[in-house]
């Protein structure tokens, strides 16, 4: 029988983890790529020497030659520039732009019936630029955000209550950045909604805290951005194409319509499955809800128009 194929764009830190989760998991074989020679080579092989250990038969390699990667069943780009200290994902911009775009052309014209997961900044213009030069359809194109922001959501609210992660669902909707809006509203502790375990003053400094995540790790780093938790959540998303397992995930995916939106990536909660993104979930917002999600939309619409620009 045919085995899985998962090619990772990318061995810095964030492709790395996400080849060694995809590996852990077996989720399928895993092709590196990265165009600095030897890097990608020499953490293929480590990873594959952990296979072993974990007990799972995966197959890991690494390459600067994408004729390795022809077949795949996934492509997840991780590839360009990560974020310093001062930087916004937007200043990223023009930089990823032209190494995302290069690469999603790439990885298409050797594996055209793929699906792409996006995890590079800023994050919901790049799965715009990789839809736009993959040509793929865009229920094939989808972006890690929603799942990031989420889980960093949940970690902060199971902080402050002193309870299990497990218990905790939220909802993040909108663009990868200072826009985001976490729904409140649909935040639950075990089935309790969490306006009744959290006053709302100290609830907002969670939020913005949220909002916040990314920008608090990379100054704690001061050399990079975070690359486990993003790895962990595009890997979650991957089990749910391979598997056909039909999880309801926020992810950036494409809207036609919905939320009375058209022609934009952004975050909402989505059934990923073989497909790809097989639907998007459409929910009833409050007033406040949809101007904040109409505020986030603006922003990424912002940032598509300067990709068009730049393509």
Request: a negative charge; hydrophobic letters at 45%; one cysteine or more.
């Amino acid at each position: 029988m045919r085995r899985t194929k998962i090619t990772v764009v990318g061995a810095g830190n964030v492709g790395a983890s996400v080849a060694a989760y995809a590996s852990a998991a077996e989720l399928g074989d895993v092709v590196l790529v990265d165009i600095i020679d030897g890097v990608p080579q020499g953490k293929g092989l480590d990873l594959f020497e952990t296979t072993p250990v974990l007990g799972v038969d995966t197959k890991i390699i690494g390459t600067g030659d994408y004729e390795e990667t022809r077949g795949s069943d996934l492509v997840v780009i991780t590839a360009g520039i990560a974020r310093k200290p001062g930087m916004s994902r937007d200043d990223l911009l023009a930089t990823n732009v032209k190494i995302v775009g290069e690469v999603a052309q790439k990885a298409a014209a050797a594996s055209p019936d793929a699906i792409m997961i996006i995890i590079s900044n800023p994050l919901d213009a790049m799965v715009y630029t990789a839809w736009k030069k993959s040509g793929f359809s865009p229920r094939r194109v989808l972006g890690m955000a929603g799942v990031l922001d989420t889980a960093r959501f949940r970690s902060f609210i199971a902080m402050e209550l002193g309870v299990s992660v497990e218990d905790i669902h939220a909802l993040v909707l909108g663009g990868h950045g200072d826009t985001m809006v976490p729904l409140t509203r649909y935040c639950s502790v075990g089935g309790i909604p969490v306006s009744a375990l959290i006053p709302s003053g100290r609830l907002d400094q969670i939020v913005q805290r949220t909002r916040d995540g990314g920008a608090e790790i990379v100054g704690l780093l001061k050399t990079g951005s975070a690359y486990y938790a993003p790895a962990a959540s595009a890997v979650q998303m991957a089990a749910s194409i391979l598997r056909d397992k039909k999880r309801v995930l926020p992810a950036a995916a494409y809207l036609d319509g919905e939320y009375g939106q058209r022609d934009i990536f952004v975050g909402v909660p989505a059934v990923l499955g073989a497909l790809g993104v097989e639907r998007v979930l459409e929910l009833e917002l409050t007033a406040e809800e949809k101007a904040a999600f109409e505020r986030s939309v603006n922003a990424v619409r912002g940032l598509m128009a300067d990709v068009d620009k730049l393509l």
